[in-house]
């Protein structure tokens, strides 16, 4: 036999071996299955039946093909609100504070038609301070950018069954687009900017993600 034959033969003979080995691992180790937490209890009474508005900061996959599911990470918040009282006394020289880390000195503050116009003393920056229907006062900067205060962060399952509303178009005026889990799904792996100014979420009475609203803003 000549030479090259004998390697051909020796190749052929471990990718045979390979192929063999290979095959017996597949009938002997079994697939795995996933063992997922039951729902907590103290979480449905958190948030069944209620909406919110939240940022979703994460996203996972976990399992392959029709096995895959994914989870979300969202931050319920709502938009920072003030005492009417705590509002309307302010004068020059008091600080206002939006958040940890973040507050301004009043340099001046002038009323108008919805509530009051702040100039913060060492930047000139304007805020508005808009009285709403149940008394208290909510912030705004001159671009119209709010403030919010986080209420929980939670990851939780993304159903295949979830109702996906988007009124993401300014052109649509009317009522959102009834949508689903893979055009929800398709803008999560984009990286879509889902934040608290354009994204309502809701949970039913076992405190199941069941509905995820998207709604127009300049910031999308």
């Known amino acids: ?64 093909d029709e096995d895959a599911f994914y989870t979300v990470t969202i931050t319920a918040a709502e938009e920072t609100r003030y005492a009417a009282n705590d509002i309307e006394s302010l004068k020059e020289g008091d600080i206002i504070t939006f958040k940890p880390g973040t507050s301004i000195m009043i340099g001046e503050k002038t009323a108008d038609e919805t509530g009051f116009e702040i100039k913060d003393a060492a930047t000139s920056d304007k805020y508005l301070f808009i009285k709403m229907e149940d008394g208290t006062y ?28 988007d009124w993401s178009d300014p052109e649509n005026l009317e009522a959102p687009v009834k949508k689903g889990y893979a055009e929800l799904l398709d803008l999560l792996l984009e990286d879509t900017n889902f934040s608290p100014y354009n994204t309502k979420v809701t949970f039913d009475e076992n405190g199941k993600l069941s509905e995820f609203l998207y709604t127009y803003s300049p910031w999308n």
């Open 1 to 64: 036999m000549k030479k090259g034959s004998t390697i051909l033969s020796a190749i052929l003979c471990a990718l045979l071996i390979a192929c063999l080995a290979a095959s017996a691992c597949a009938e002997t180790v079994p697939s795995s299955a996933l063992c997922k937490p039951v729902m907590s209890e103290t979480f449905k009474t958190l948030v069944g039946g209620k909406t919110f508005e939240a940022g979703v900061t994460r996203k996972e996959c976990f399992g392959e």
């Open 138 to 165: 909510v912030a705004r900067t001159e671009t119209d950018n709010m403030f919010y205060t986080e209420l929980f962060t939670v990851t939780i399952p993304l159903s295949k069954d979830i109702s996906f509303l």
